[in-house]
């Protein structure tokens, strides 16, 4: 897992999923996918991904994600299977998803969240001690 994924899982909280009430700290990533998309196109650059996960109980939801780097896949029990949406995708997916105000304030509070975890400091084995 790289540092970038771990600040994001740390940044993560009730406030930040679509429905708080389903959100628990066992299950982290649950209600996250729309703003995680959104802070990792902004932070890394990651193109967006809009998508259809198709739970095996024949329920459907919709999904966001980046283009080589899902965070939230975990929500969904085994066997779903994410099929990308027609229409917008990258940044397009991003001003697309920029339109909801509830995401638009969700997305500021894991922003802040994620400003106020620090990156993992360096492991100090790294460095020589010899000058």
């Known amino acids: ?6 600040r994001i899982r740390r940044s993560w909280s009730r406030d930040t999923a679509m429905d708080p009430d389903t959100w628990t700290p066992d299950m ?8 995680t998309a959104c802070l990792v196109h902004d932070e ?6 809009r998508a259809l996960a198709l739970l095996p109980d024949g329920s459907a939801a919709s999904y966001y994600f980046n283009e080589g780097l899902d965070l939230c896949l ?6 779903t299977v994410v099929e990308r949406r027609p229409g917008p ?7 697309y998803v920029m339109t909801n ?4 304030e969700r997305l500021a509070i ?11 400091a360096p ?5 020589s001690s010899s000058a």
């Open 74 to 79: 975990g929500q969904f029990p085994e066997g």
């Open 110 to 120: 894991l922003r802040s969240n994620f400003g106020a975890t620090a990156p993992e």
């Open 28 to 35: 982290p990533c649950t209600g996250q996918c729309a703003v």
């Open 101 to 104: 105000p509830d995401v638009v």
């Open 44 to 49: 890394i650059g990651l193109p967006m991904v």
């Open 123 to 127: 492991d100090p084995s790294l460095y």
């Open 89 to 95: 995708q990258g940044d397009e997916a991003f001003a």
């Open 1 to 6: 897992m790289t540092g970038i994924e771990k």
